[in-house]
C-alpha cells in the first residue's frame, strides 16, 4: 500500500472469527511493521469513523505479539471469518469487469474482504505484477486480479532475481507459476483465498485484489525454476 503495509487480522467474535482492519494514527498505511502473517498480536483500539466498504477499519497503536499459529491454524480460522462461496456473496453486490481488472460500486459493497474456496487458478506476468483468475467451487470465476499478498509477491521477486535482466522473464514466470507452482496450489488440504477491495479511486470504483492466497509459497521451490 504505497510506501507501507495494509495489515488485516481476526478476532474472536460471537461466532467464529471477524476480520479487523488496525488503521495507524497518522495514516492509513504502517511504515514499519516488524512482524509476520500468523502472528498473533495485540493493539491499543479506539473507534474511529469508517466509511464503506471498509467497515473493517479500526484506529491502533502500540501492537506487540502475543504469540504465532501455523499456516494450517490461520486458514482454518479464516474458514470461520467471513466466507462466501459465489462472487456475488463476497461483498454482498456484483462485482463489474473492466479493462482494469474487475470492481465493485463503494456504496453497494457490503465489506471490503472475503474468503472463498477456490478449485483453480491461472497465473499471468504484466507490469511487473503477478495477476490471477480464480475459479471458486460454484463455478463462478474471477478475472484479472492483482496479487498484492506479500509472500506471493516477495516470491515473484526471487524468481525474476533468479533470471536476471532477460527479455523473456514475463513468460517464464508464467510458465513456472501455471505448472510447478499451481500444482502445488491445486493438491494442498489448506487451498483457500481471500479476496479485498481497495479504497475507492479511478472513478470513485474499489477494485478487487487477491489478499491473500494459500498455501503461501515456500522457498524451497525456487530450487525448481531454472
Not at 502475543?66 to 466466507?83: R, S
Request: glycine share 8%; with cysteine.
Amino acid at each position: 500500500m504505497g510506501q507501507g503495509f495494509c495489515v488485516i487480522g481476526l478476532e474472536r467474535a460471537a461466532s467464529g472469527f471477524s476480520s479487523v482492519r488496525p488503521v495507524p494514527w497518522g495514516g492509513g498505511a504502517w511504515i514499519q511493521f516488524p512482524f509476520e502473517r500468523a502472528d498473533k498480536l495485540t493493539y491499543d483500539f479506539d473507534p474511529m469513523p469508517v466509511t464503506g466498504p471498509h467497515f473493517e477499519d479500526q484506529r491502533a497503536a502500540h501492537p506487540r505479539k502475543l504469540g504465532v499459529v501455523t499456516e494450517l491454524e490461520l486458514v482454518e480460522c479464516l474458514k470461520q471469518a467471513e466466507v462466501a462461496t459465489s462472487v456475488t456473496g463476497l461483498f454482498g453486490c456484483p462485482p463489474h469487469p473492466s479493462n482494469s481488472g474487475m470492481y465493485a460500486n463503494p456504496g453497494n459493497a457490503k465489506r471490503s474482504i472475503c474468503g472463498c474456496e477456490i478449485n483453480a487458478i491461472h497465473f499471468s506476468f504484466y507490469a511487473g505484477r503477478i495477476r490471477v483468475a480464480l475459479a471458486l467451487t460454484s463455478g463462478d470465476t474471477l478475472q484479472d486480479l492483482p496479487v498484492v499478498d506479500r509472500d506471493w509477491c516477495e516470491f515473484a521477486d526471487a524468481l525474476k532475481d533468479k533470471v536476471g535482466e532477460q527479455p523473456e522473464i514475463p513468460a517464464r514466470l508464467e510458465e513456472f507459476l501455471n505448472s510447478f507452482a499451481k500444482k502445488k496450489i491445486a493438491y494442498s488440504p489448506i487451498r483457500f483465498a481471500r479476496i479485498g477491495l481497495t479504497r475507492p479511486f479511478m472513478g470513485n470504483r474499489c477494485w478487487l485484489m487477491l489478499d491473500s492466497l494459500f498455501p503461501l509459497p515456500n522457498t524451497a521451490w525456487l530450487a525448481q525454476f531454472r
